[in-house]
């Protein structure tokens, strides 16, 4: 039976890509308050606004592609004897593209959209505008988990993080919650890997660190879980 790696990926590793991370040193994104944009409040209060960012993220991360470290997690599921699971905090695809074939995104998808009015899912590769409505009547907005909505993944996301045999997390600072959680819900003999530029304090002793960029870090990191023998 194949071992379980549960990949945990956050801004860090898209950043690379040249997609930039959530909230930059001044507290903005892209230009913008995080409030003003990324809030179920702020898309009531100014749809146009809410729509036209991400149509600009949606339109800026068509231009980028996949970094070594995207690339590095989709050959190692191809060739290790592990059943890879990819955990994202990002909204991008990179991962698709790369080759991962079993990516579940925490805070949803910016090349999807879904209904207000039955939260159904549909694709979207262009712009989102007002009065752009999906079959059901619904206007259309970003599939996205904003700040003060639940994260409907997350229970999935543990129930696979709880059946790890290896946990790497890539370009993440583990203060975002609920996902900084999982950190916690693997098996307590799991070893656990992360990569990041800034390694965080308070890091249980399981935890083995390269303190680097993911592009170089993640190949390493792989290398070491493909000696992990299997704790289940």
Same mark, same amino acid.
């Given at each position: ?53 991400? =149509? ?10 996949? =970094? ?165």
């Amino acid at each position: 039976m194949k071992k379980n790696l549960i990949i945990l990926t956050g801004a860090g590793i898209s950043a690379e890509s040249g997609i930039k991370t959530f909230r930059d040193a001044d507290g903005l994104w892209e230009n913008h308050r995080i409030e003003d944009v990324a809030t179920p409040e702020a898309f009531r209060r100014n749809p146009a606004l809410v729509l036209e960012f991400y =149509n600009q993220r949606r339109a800026q991360a068509r231009t980028v592609a996949p =970094n070594a470290a995207h690339q590095a997690i989709a050959e190692f599921e191809k060739a290790a004897h592990w059943t890879v699971h990819v955990i994202t905090q990002n909204v991008d695809d990179l991962h698709e593209r790369a080759g991962s074939s079993r990516v579940l995104h925490l805070h949803g998808q910016l090349n999807q959209s879904r209904s207000v009015k039955t939260g159904r899912v549909y694709s979207c590769e262009g712009d989102i505008n007002e009065g752009d409505c999906c079959p059901d009547g619904g206007q259309l907005r970003p599939h996205i988990v904003w700040f003060g909505e639940a994260v409907p993944a997350m229970d999935e996301a543990t129930a696979r993080t709880r059946r790890a045999d290896a946990v790497l997390i890539v370009g993440t600072s583990l203060q975002v919650y609920p996902a900084a959680g999982l950190l916690h819900e693997a098996p307590w003999r799991t070893p656990i890997f992360l990569v990041d530029k800034h390694i965080p304090d308070g890091l249980p002793g399981r935890v083995r660190t390269f303190e680097e960029a993911a592009s170089t870090g993640v190949p390493k990191a792989l290398a070491a879980i493909a000696q992990v023998p299997q704790t289940r």
